[in-house]
């Protein structure tokens, strides 16, 4: 089982920055496997950033490209989230979630609310 610990949410008006963190523990896991979604209110889950596609790129979701970056420490089993120039339709529950060999975790989740 993989463990998830997220941090790094909070409330940041418009135009701001947060960075999310995501600490993986547990017996197998790789960070690269490990991917950020978001839930906003009343909507679906949505992934947000992941690693690799198979062109060898970061995956983005379409409406943070150029904005959001994902990238990772090994030393410290970390997967984190840069969010820049944030809007108010960013608002959301961010989770992280890793998937691997056919078994998935998922954060708690941490809650990013942007202001106008």
């Known amino acids: 089982q993989v463990q998830l610990v997220e941090s790094g949410g909070g409330l940041v008006q418009a135009g701001g920055s947060l960075r999310l963190s995501c600490v993986a523990s547990?017996?197998?896991?790789?960070?690269?496997?490990i991917a950020w979604y978001r839930q906003a209110p009343g909507k679906q889950r949505e992934l947000v950033a992941s690693?690799?596609?198979?062109?060898?790129?970061?995956n983005y979701a379409g409406s943070v490209k150029g904005r959001f970056t994902i990238f990772r420490d090994n030393a410290k089993n970390a997967v984190y989230l840069q969010m820049n120039s944030l809007k108010t339709e960013d608002t959301g529950v961010y989770y992280c979630?890793?998937?691997?060999?056919?078994?998935?975790?998922w954060g708690q989740g941490t809650q990013v609310t942007v202001s106008s």
């Open positions: 690693f690799y596609n198979s062109y060898g790129n970061d």
């Open positions: 547990g017996s197998i896991f790789s960070l690269n496997a």
């Open positions: 979630y890793h998937g691997l060999n056919g078994r998935s975790s």
